[in-house]
């Protein structure tokens, strides 16, 4: 019974999604998104096997607003860093290496995102929780200083949601 209240919820979010994309209200509107919102959650159903733990998304709320918040004041610091080296003359792309203790994938995807997301620095491909970078400036090729510098605060603020079952 708690599962079927889910898969309604999400498909009222998602036929509430589908309205305000495409601006309208009206009945034909609403009809189509619970038609697509239904398509949508069979799919859904259809890919992700239902006891798999790598498909474990469950975080709270909470944790992930500070994780955007804390994302957003990151691309602005790095920009400025990455200005500062630009001006300087002191780019010297480097592919670097570091890693995780994060265990949930998507976590670890996330991670990975916002090290892309942030000015100078682009993940090229994560396996197991090892990240190899491209960073514009190198401050270090030493393990332990790139993963303080760059994989260490989100790490510490996504631990608290791996621990979560």
Same mark, same amino acid.
């Given at each position: ?13 998602? @036929? ?43 975080? !709270? ?20 860093? %990455? ?5 300087? !003359? ?25 090290? @892309? ?5 682009? @993940?090229?491909?994560?396996?197991? !929780?090892?990240? @190899? ?15 303080? %510098? ?16």
């Amino acid at each position: 019974m708690l599962n079927f209240r889910k898969r309604v919820y999400l498909a009222l979010l998602i @036929t509430l999604i589908w309205c305000v994309l495409n601006e309208k209200f009206n009945i034909a509107t609403l009809l189509t998104g619970i038609i697509v919102s239904i398509v949508t959650l069979f799919l859904l159903k259809i890919l992700q096997p239902p006891t798999s733990k790598t498909f474990n998304y469950s975080t !709270g709320v909470i944790g992930l607003i500070r994780y955007v918040f804390f994302v957003f004041i990151d691309i602005y610091k790095s920009a400025f860093r %990455t200005i500062k080296h630009i001006l300087k !003359g002191e780019i010297n792309p480097q592919f670097v290496a570091s890693s995780t203790r994060i265990k949930k994938p998507w976590l670890q995807a996330l991670i990975a995102n916002a090290i @892309t997301l942030t000015p100078g620095t682009v @993940t090229i491909h994560l396996n197991d !929780g090892e990240y @190899t970078i491209l960073w514009l400036y190198p401050l270090s090729v030493r393990p332990k200083r790139i993963k303080k %510098t760059l994989i260490q605060d989100f790490e510490d603020l996504l631990m608290k949601e791996d621990r979560r079952a």
